[in-house]
């Protein structure tokens, strides 16, 4: 029996599957899942509404992306350098008056002119430099490429100019730096009611050409000639607490902004040879990455330089102590602005100098009206009157020169110096935008300045844009044609392009000078700020008739296209009408049908072969003027390649022919065999072929060949005497023809190849 029941197989375990025991066991099973709150209000951690939904995952989103951004290297040692913040806008907009408000919130110090870089601390941690913007592309594109922060100032009673999108779009492919926008000139409004309309119309117009809830700023008018304290007190408070996003392009290369230079060349060099290299010492704070010594350097609007030496010197304007304590104390509110003549300490490689106002100077006191002596009691040392009479000379002579210019036109305004290193197409367009004719037909002479010479030139397409559109000045066009021909016909598409763009520029003369307003296509319907303005003021425009064809004209040229920003399409066919020399286009010939004319042409050149070496063989004395040019492009600096676009004389040789032929055969699409060749007939035949490819023998497979047989670059190694007559016979006749040549004219021809190795160390 009990052996029998130890052998009593038991029943295995059933759990129960209902009942109070089975829901207990489920509970506990969930609970090990960590699912147990599952059954407590499972609402409770839920969203119940959209919004709510929707912002929960925008976070959740956001907080991905976050995680996404790689870290950003910070290879900066010691203390950051100061933040550029770029002034920008259109002429008259209220850019220096600006800056000088601002400098005088931040240091208390009166800012009479600006110039360069001012450099102000503005926090324990934190130095700001403030720069103004040129009123020009090349400054833009400049500006764009240092600027940490662009404060872009809009004319709120004008409106949008065209300088502001074209500085956008040169921000674009600059990184992208943070952008706010500042409205000036608020005080023209009477009608509060429309200054908030044109306020609310400008914000978002700013936000669609930069991004929603772009931070825009309102300068309501001036108090005593300067932007109203509280305005300003905001406007530096986002200034100084702004956060810097680092592009990482700017990170990984160093780059400086120069607030000084000195020309340390020896007077005796420059006295010898005024145009004699000079040795320029730069300051500035370098940014980005570390700097070696020997490194190539571009110098904006210089060129590119061989860098001589680089040496650490002292902070000109360093942060405070960091001594535990709120905010700045007066006497650490430095600023540092040598340009501008501010400042009072300079720093320089040797040696430190001391700037005293000129209201301290006691020595050089200047004279009464009357010429009367001031010094007391005391008559007038001879040094004295020296001293006093170089002090009254402003400029030198050489300076005074260098500004000289013979007018010898009395009705043609006269061409500063600095445009005459223009193409001949800059100075003939910058000539016509001085003459500006007016929508009522009379001919008044434009005030332009010296630095709108680009400006100038991009008004004058959308000028005729305007005319065009105006009935009365449908006359004015026919008497025009004759410019207008001299134009090509790319430039005349790319107006008609702007035509039809969500942007369109308008060219009106108000106040004594050109402005290039910015028409929406979508603003068109609302009224403009002008409109505003006007019926309150009355006072902005000249000719109230011109601005009404103007609105006229642009009412007719609705378009009705959307809000979307299209004002590239404008600068883009205006880069086009500017377009001078494409390499591209030379090298590789025009897309279409150029390319097919360019190789037509080479066809026909490479036929008549002997015509080419006839011309070859011709006496030196013909084509003097040629190699005169080319003895130019010779004595380049092979190292600056900058400077090749500035010169006159190279843009002479594009349009030679022969030149591009021989320069394109250099390239991958070109014939190199045909290169060589041309190389090889400079180089002489002869001897020289000999010496080059003299006999030899091939050691794979026995042959022998000997000198005279040519060699075919394009693959087939080699060519056999007997089988090519026509080559044989042609080479004879070189060498007849060059033996007779050279019994007229004994030297060696070996000019076009230097030509062509100084071309080659330009574009390889
Ligand atoms: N009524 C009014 N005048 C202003 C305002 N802002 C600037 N101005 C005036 O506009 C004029 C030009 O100011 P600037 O600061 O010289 O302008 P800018 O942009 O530096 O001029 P440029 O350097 O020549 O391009 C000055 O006379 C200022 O007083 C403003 O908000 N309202």
Known sequence: MAVGSEEQTHKTHRSRQSGPSARKKEKSDKQKRGIANEKHNPKAFAFRSSVKAKRLQSHASEKEQ??????????????????????????????????????????????????GPITIVSGKQRRVQFVECPNDVNGMIDAAKFADLALLLIDGSYGFEMETFEFLNILQVHGFPRVMGVLTHLDKFKDVKKLRKTKQRLKHRFWTEIYDG??????????????????????????????????????????????RFEDVTPPERVHADNKCDRNITLYGYLRGCNLKK?????????????????????DPCPLPSVAKKKGLREKEKLFYAPMSDLGDLLYDKDAVYININDHMVQFSKVDGDDGAATNKGRGRDVGEDLVKTLQKTKYSINEKLEQSFINLFSRKPSISSEVQFNSNNTMKNESENFYFQSENGEE?????????????????????????????????????????????????????????????????????????????ASDEGQGSDKDDV?????????DPEETENDWKSEDQTDDGMGNASKWKETLVSRAVSRQTTNLMQLVYGKHSSKSINTVQESLGSGDSD???????????????????????????????????????????????????????????????????????EVEGSGDEDAAIYGDFEDLETGEEYDGQETLNLEGDAKVSKGSDLADEERRLKKLALRAKFDAQYPFPLTFSYCCLEAFDKFYS
């Open 214 to 259: 772009a931070k825009l700023f309102y300068l309501s008018g001036l108090i005593h000639g300067k932007y109203p304290k509280r305005e300003i007190h905001n406007l530096a408070r986002f200034i100084s607490v702004m956060k810097f996003h680092p592009l990482s392009w700017r990170t990984s290369h160093p780059y400086i902004l120069v607030d």
């Open 610 to 680: 002997d015509s080419e070496d006839e011309e070859f063989f011709k006496p030196k004395e013909s084509s003097d003027k040629k190699s005169s040019e080319r003895m130019d492009v010779d004595n380049f600096n092979a190292e600056d390649c900058s400077k090749i676009g500035a010169d006159q004389v190279l843009r002479d040789d594009w349009s030679n022919q022969d030149i591009i032929e021989t320069i394109r055969d250099r390239f991958v699409t070109g014939d190199w065999a045909k290169a060589a060749r041309r190389g090889q």
């Open 444 to 520: 008044s002479t434009s005030s332009l300045e010296g630095d709108d010479v680009e400006q100038a030139n991009g008004t004058e397409a959308s000028n005729k844009e305007t005319m065009q559109d105006g009935s009365e000045t449908e006359g004015n066009e026919s008497d025009e044609s004759d410019d207008e021909s001299n134009k090509s016909s790319e430039g005349d598409e790319g107006s008609a392009k702007a035509l039809n763009s969500d942007v369109k520029e308008v060219t009106e003369f108000q106040n004594g000078r050109l402005r290039r307003r910015a028409v929406f």
């Open 534 to 542: 006007d019926s309150d003021l009355s006072v902005d425009s000249d």
């Open 294 to 314: 020997g490194t190539k350097v571009h110098i904006a609007g210089v060129g590119d330089c061989q860098l001589d030496s680089v040496t650490a010197l002292a």
């Open 66 to 115: 976050r995680r996404l951004h790689l870290p950003v290297i910070d290879r900066s040692t010691g203390e950051p350098a100061p933040y550029v913040v770029v002034v920008h806008g259109p002429p008259k907009v209220g850019k220096s008056l600006l800056i000088k408000s601002l400098v005088k919130h931040y240091t208390k110090h009166n800012l009479s002119d600006v110039r």
